[in-house]
Antibody, heavy 120, light 110 residues
Framework: EVQVLESGGGLVQPGGSLRLSCAASGFPFSSYAMAWVRQAPGKGLEWLSAIYPSSDHTYYADSVKGRFTISRDNSKYTLYLQMNSLRAEDTAVYYC?????????????WGQGTLVTVSS | QAVVIQEPSLTVSPGGTVTLTCGSSAGAVTSGHFPYWFQQKPGQAPRTLISDVSSKHPWTPARFSGSLLGGKAALTLSGAQPEDEADYYCLLSYFVGRPVFGGGTKLTVL
């Protein structure tokens, strides 16, 4: 069974940093692109970032480019999202998702999400 | 950046049929936008219903179908059930690695 489980969320001050992790299981992790999506409280979904299996291609939404970095460790079946220079508007539930292919950016299988709150 | 346009809200009667649409401010939606549809119920994570216009997943109820209709992506629900009440989002790709979500449609079954 495909599973992705996010962790690392919490309360952080504006300007601070946080690293989210996503532990994957049930599929050949190194064969699929992975993605991050977020949802601010009471708002819609926002696609953030994706990474191809060999980490040779990474993509970002304009809203996080230059502040967030996506990475993966295929040996650990883990996806990461390093978030720097956090702002109040980054407060959201962050979802990790397995895509449906190698060169893909759309979410296929979703995790349950982890809440990030940026506040002083 | 192009805007993905969805109906803010729709209502369908139990057992009825409803079509949700996904348009683009940049013009007609085609298969090259790789439209996906997602369902999100209150307090739950989203789940993917439809990928690449019309491909279903093992968990996608048979009453849901995807298509292209009049220059838009469409999600049709035939025989609505109370458990189909949810928010529905579409996602389109405009450039490689730059997908954009629509604002979502709140579907009420009443």
């Amino acid at each position: 069974e495909v599973q992705v489980l996010e962790s690392g969320g919490g309360l952080v001050q504006p300007g601070g940093s946080l690293r989210l992790s996503c532990a994957a299981s049930g599929f050949p992790f190194s064969s699929y692109a992975m993605a991050w999506v977020r949802q601010a409280p009471g708002k819609g979904l926002e696609w953030l970032s994706a990474i191809y299996p060999s980490s040779d291609h990474t993509y970002y939404a304009d809203s996080v480019k230059g502040r967030f970095t996506i990475s993966r460790d295929n040996s650990k079946y883990t996806l990461y999202l390093q978030m720097n220079s956090l702002r109040a508007e980054d407060t959201a539930v962050y979802y990790c998702a397995k895509t449906l292919g190698v060169a893909a950016t759309h979410p296929g299988y979703w995790g349950q999400g982890t809440l990030v709150t940026v506040s002083s | 950046q192009a805007v993905v346009i969805q109906e803010p809200s729709l209502t369908v009667s139990p057992g009825g049929t409803v079509t949700l649409t996904c348009g683009s401010s940049a013009g007609a939606v085609t298969s090259g936008h790789f439209p996906y549809w997602f369902q999100q119920k209150p307090g739950q994570a989203p789940r993917t219903l439809i990928s690449d216009v019309s491909s279903k997943h093992p968990w996608t109820p048979a009453r849901f179908s995807g298509s292209l209709l009049g220059g838009k992506a469409a999600l049709t629900l035939s025989g609505a059930q109370p458990e189909d009440e949810a928010d529905y989002y579409c996602l389109l790709s405009y450039f490689v690695g730059r997908p954009v979500f629509g604002g979502g449609t709140k579907l009420t079954v009443l």
